[in-house]
């Protein structure tokens, strides 16, 4: 089980938080990444972290030097923190874990998600 928290309303310019903390999956074995679906689009990539690497893979590019992806195993729990956030950042934010080698970027081949949580910018 994945559960999400942080997220809400921010102005343009602002940061926000989110965490997702795994439980009943063995945590330091899952690849992690969190994703971010807009109304009327699909689901996309935003960060990647897998079990065996020490930082991020990949972050989208529109996120680049924004957004931070962290993991924590001993909580088993993975954060991202947004800054300078835009309008186009408006979505649900999904985080999504899969068991393997390294973390894909196709949400299709994530096996574990959380419930969603709304960030809004507002301009």
């Known amino acids: 089980q994945l559960v999400e928290s942080g997220g809400g309303l921010v102005q343009a310019g602002g940061s926000l938080s989110l965490s997702c903390t795994a439980s009943g999956l063995p945590f330091n074995r899952l690849n992690m990444g969190w994703f971010r679906q807009a109304p009327g689009k699909e689901r996309v990539i935003v960060a990647t972290f897998g079990w065996r690497s020490g930082s991020p893979e990949y972050y989208l590019d529109s996120v680049k030097d924004r957004f931070t992806m962290s993991r924590d195993n001993a909580k088993n729990t993975v954060n991202l923190e947004m800054n300078r956030l835009t309008p186009e950042d408006t979505a649900v934010y999904y985080c999504?874990?899969?068991?393997?080698?390294?973390?894909?970027?196709?949400?299709?081949?994530?096996?574990?998600w959380g419930q969603g949580t709304q960030v809004t910018v507002s301009s």
């Open positions: 999504g874990a899969v068991f393997g080698s390294n973390p894909p970027k196709d949400p299709t081949e994530y096996g574990y």
